[in-house]
Every structure is written in structure tokens, then in C-alpha cells.
């Protein structure tokens, strides 16, 4: 089991770095593909740092994770905010991005940081897909971000990776299928607790998709692409990008969502 040990050590690994630089960035796309603001879900929330600070923006937010133990770490992020975060702005939920359902639907639907990538066929990312389709507004918005087989086959291809500090090691060891282009990751994270060390190991799988397929696959969901770019940047994606930050909208009239509270 994945995100089970390591979510108590994952921001302190330096995970929670990519959150920080992304939410800053989701207020730029969220600048070219407008959305009344209103309900969002976070899938895949891990920690709850993008859906944290989402909230602390007016959003209603519902964070989904698979992890019980990433969602404890959120809602203990959560609470340490105290009355920082409006009455009712977030809700946590335990459940699979595959097969997950909605009791009231939602204007903006995230899912960040290679989430995606975990989906090892093109069958559970299409019922992903589908799920978020199903939980969206007419006229909302679908933002996600993937590993390109490019990011898998040059930086994650049997790469050992090591950070350090006097409190946690982290090492990262990974191998790289290019036939179907699969990267299995190793974690192996050393805890001091007092004059010891915990040692906390889990293994990841991802997948990479080319470009043309994830598009058709949102297409086959029912969504229209807006846009793909290369993450972080206004840019297209080229063959030498490593991640792509996908936008993709549901059709149908905008639905202008009560606002938080109301």
C-alpha cells in the first residue's frame, strides 16, 4: 500500500515544493479559462495543500484521496488554520478516482502533481476521466497534469535520487520499462525519532500516455480540450516537454455556482 507510512514524512521530503509552485500557477490558467468561482474537488489532495489554499480563496471545496493517512495529515493541516479557513470551505473525502460519485456537482475539478499517472491503463484513466465528466457542471473545467513519456525515459530512468538532512533521508531509486513505458520508483525514507532511525519504504508505479491519447481519452469522456501546456508555462507542449498541464471543459451553457456560504 502506497502513501501509507510516508504521508506523515511526505511534505518534509520536499514533496509539498511542487504544490507551493503550483497554486500560484492555477490562478494564471485560471486567468485564460475563466470559471465562476464556486465548488471545486481536488482529486488525488494528498496533503491538502492545493486544496487548503483554494479554500483560504472563497472556493467550497471537496478533497478526494485514496490515502486515509494523506487525508489525516490534511485535516491536521486544516485544523492547525483554525478560523483562518471560512465555516464549511472544505470537506475531505476517502475514495478511488475510478469509481468515485458526487452528491452535488462541481464548477472546477483538479488533479495534480502525475496523479494521473498512477492510472496504469488506458481503461482506469477513462473511467477517471468519465467520474470527473460526471461530477462537473455544464461548462466547467477539468485541470490535470501528466508525466510525459519524455520526463519517464530521461530523468526517472534507473536514477537513484537522494536528499538529506539531519531529521530525514530520503532516497529515491527507480527503474524504467521504455517498452511500455512504465517507471517503477522505490522510496526509502530514514525518520530520526530520537537517537533512531524509522525506516519507511513504499513502491510506485507510473504510466506514461502519449500526448494524442490522453486527448482522445478526454474526448471519449465527453470533455472538450481547451488547451494542453507545457506545466508551468503558457507554452504548447513539444517532445522535449516533461509535464503537460491539460485543460479541458465540459459543454454546456456555464452554470454560475451559489456562491460559498450561501
Known amino acids: 500500500m502506497i502513501y501509507k507510512d510516508y504521508a506523515a514524512v511526505y511534505d518534509a521530503s520536499g514533496q509539498i515544493s511542487f504544490s507551493e509552485q503550483m497554486i500560484p500557477y492555477l490562478g494564471r490558467v485560471l486567468a485564460r479559462h475563466p470559471i465562476p468561482r464556486g465548488r471545486l474537488l481536488d482529486l488525488a ?44 470551505a472544505l470537506l475531505w473525502r476517502h ?106 519504504q513504499e513502491t510506485h508505479l507510473e504510466q506514461a500516455y502519449p500526448n494524442e491519447h490522453v486527448a482522445t481519452l478526454l474526448s471519449d469522456a465527453g470533455f472538450r480540450v481547451e488547451a494542453s501546456y507545457a506545466c508551468f508555462s503558457e507554452r504548447p507542449p513539444d517532445e522535449y516537454t516533461t509535464r503537460v498541464f491539460w485543460v479541458a471543459r465540459k459543454p454546456g451553457a456555464p452554470v454560475h455556482a451559489e456562491e460559498p456560504g450561501r
Open 95 to 200: 475514495g478511488d478516482m475510478r469509481h468515485f460519485r458526487l452528491d452535488t456537482p462541481v464548477d472546477l475539478a483538479t488533479c495534480l502533481y502525475d496523479s494521473l499517472n498512477y492510472m496504469l491503463t488506458d481503461q482506469d484513466l477513462l473511467a477517471t476521466f468519465r467520474r470527473v465528466h460526471a461530477a462537473l457542471r455544464p461548462g466547467g473545467l477539468f485541470f490535470a497534469d501528466m508525466n510525459t513519456a519524455y520526463a519517464l525515459e530521461t530523468y526517472w530512468a534507473d536514477q537513484t535520487y537522494v536528499t538529506d538532512s539531519p531529521e530525514l533521508t530520503v532516497i529515491m531509486d527507480s527503474d524504467h520499462d521504455q517498452a511500455i513505458h512504465r517507471t517503477t520508483v522505490t522510496v526509502t525514507c530514514f525518520q530520526r525519532t530520537g537517537d533512531l532511525y524509522r525506516k519507511i
Open 45 to 88: 489532495c494528498g496533503t491538502g495543500t492545493v486544496a487548503i489554499a483554494m479554500a483560504l480563496q472563497g472556493w467550497e471545496v471537496t478533497g478526494l484521496d485514496g490515502s486515509e493517512a494523506m487525508l489525516t495529515e490534511a485535516r491536521e493541516k486544516a485544523r492547525a488554520l483554525g478560523d483562518a479557513l471560512p465555516s464549511g
